[in-house]
């Protein structure tokens, strides 16, 4: 089976302008998660709508395409990307330009669930702990997965799922398994060129999760289990703790 990793880089973000090309100990963010997936998949491309990221992909020898600067998601520029570059690949994986720590095996993780030859969409999620705290299963930016016995998602939501009844919330995470969403995903060619042209679904507009859009409409989503965390970057805040990381474990 033939893989390509995408990775989505826009410029523009409410949050932290210009984030891809935030300096992280002499390398630009989006060269530190371009590495990273370069360990595990052969063919490797940046998707941006901006020269600079661009050019900077072009500086420390990646591979990169220019994409429309329309698009309201990862997964839209994916598909444009793989258009305009793929070379008949069966999956597409979709890496996010902010986790220069993504791990190989947790790509891995999610190309090992397209050995189902029946899997559409892939993604992964890792088991919220007992030190993790009730904080953290709370927070809202941090969506919980439900899942069935074969593996696959029943619902995403930014609200606790399931709902403990019975028991007081603070020993929730004693008594339950609960599955905190890692947004990376991968598609097989004809899901994602499907999954593309599909409008906005209610459930999708209601909790702003667009794999509910494909769940809503009949989509079954692999998903692969990991054990290790990741660090995703939103704001400059989150860049500050991941070099104090970075430095404490000699990267």
């Known amino acids: 089976m033939k893989f390509i990793a995408i990775i989505p880089a826009r410029y523009a ?23 990273q997936v370069k360990k595990c998949v052969n063919r490797v491309f940046v998707a941006t709508d901006d020269e ?18 329309s698009h309201k998601s990862g997964t839209d520029r994916c598909a444009e990307a793989y ?17 220069p720590f993504i791990k190989p095996e ?7 669930c397209f050995d189902d030859i029946s899997t559409q969409i892939a993604t992964l999620v890792k088991p919220f702990s007992e030190e993790d ?15 069935g016995v074969n593996n696959e998602a029943l619902y995403f939501s930014r609200s606790i799922v399931p709902y403990v ?3 007081d919330v603070q020993e929730w995470l004693k008594t339950n398994t609960f599955y905190k969403h890692i947004g990376m995903y991968a598609y097989r060619a004809d899901a994602l060129a499907e999954i593309t042209k599909l409008p906005q679904s209610s459930l999708e507009k209601a909790e702003s999760l667009e794999q509910l859009r494909w769940l809503q409409n009949g989509y079954k989503i692999k998903v ?13 805040a989150d860049m500050q703790k991941a070099l104090e990381f970075m430095a404490k474990q000699n990267l």
């Open 133 to 147: 705290g009730i904080d953290a299963l709370m927070n809202p930016n941090s969506p919980k997965v439900v899942l």
């Open 224 to 236: 692969g289990i990991t054990s290790q965390e990741t660090i995703g970057i939103d704001t400059p």
């Open 13 to 35: 973000s409410t949050r932290f302008p210009g984030k891809p090309l935030a300096d992280m100990n002499g390398k630009p963010m989006i060269q530190r998660v371009y590495e």
């Open 52 to 69: 600079r990221i661009f050019n900077a992909v072009k500086a420390f020898g990646g591979d990169v395409v220019m994409t429309s600067e």
């Open 165 to 167: 009844r019975g028991c």
């Open 83 to 99: 258009n305009n570059i793929g070379s008949g690949e069966d999956v597409i994986i979709n890496i996010q330009g902010d986790e």
């Open 106 to 112: 947790q790509i891995e993780a999610v190309m090992a």
